[in-house]
């Protein structure tokens, strides 16, 4: 059976759960990750359930993108989407599941009238930077924090 995208079901969201769970463990600094994507889950469910894509393989999640209409774009103007999460199980990740779920997640967007995909990635993503670079993500500008 071939990989699809689908919408989310709820047997689907302990599974989808366990895979950030799991990505979330090689990053030891996102203490309160788990907190916020379980509330992107709720807040997405309630608000605007279409946009939580999963992927699919023989009947199995095996990766998720939350994204979310967002409204006019406070720098461009233009009307907005954000790429809220991605995740795919590990063993997937070399087989174009996190790219075709981003491009998912594009025709999502445009479906619903926007004309820009934002998404927020952390200093620690690693190679996640040239995943989206190749999807065609430019850095727009930077977010920077200090410890107070």
């Known amino acids: 059976m071939p990989l699809v995208v689908r919408r989310v079901k709820v047997q689907d969201l302990s599974v989808l759960e366990s895979l950030e769970l799991e990505t979330a463990r090689a990053f030891p600094s996102r203490t309160r990750w788990m907190e916020t ?52 199980a590990p063993a997937w990740r070399a087989h174009g599941v996190r790219e075709r779920l981003v491009k998912e997640a594009e025709a999502y967007l445009k479906s619903r009238g926007c004309r820009l995909m934002v998404t927020t990635l952390r200093s620690d993503a690693g190679a996640d930077g040239e995943l989206f670079k190749a999807s065609g993500f430019k850095v727009a500008a930077w977010e920077l924090e200090r410890s107070l």
């Open 37 to 88: 994507f379980r509330q992107l889950l709720e807040r997405s469910l309630s608000e605007e359930p279409e946009g939580l894509l999963v992927a699919d393989f023989d009947g199995r999640a095996i990766g998720v993108a939350i994204a979310r209409v967002r409204g006019t774009h406070p720098v461009s103007g233009e009307e907005h989407g954000r790429l809220e999460a991605l995740t795919v």
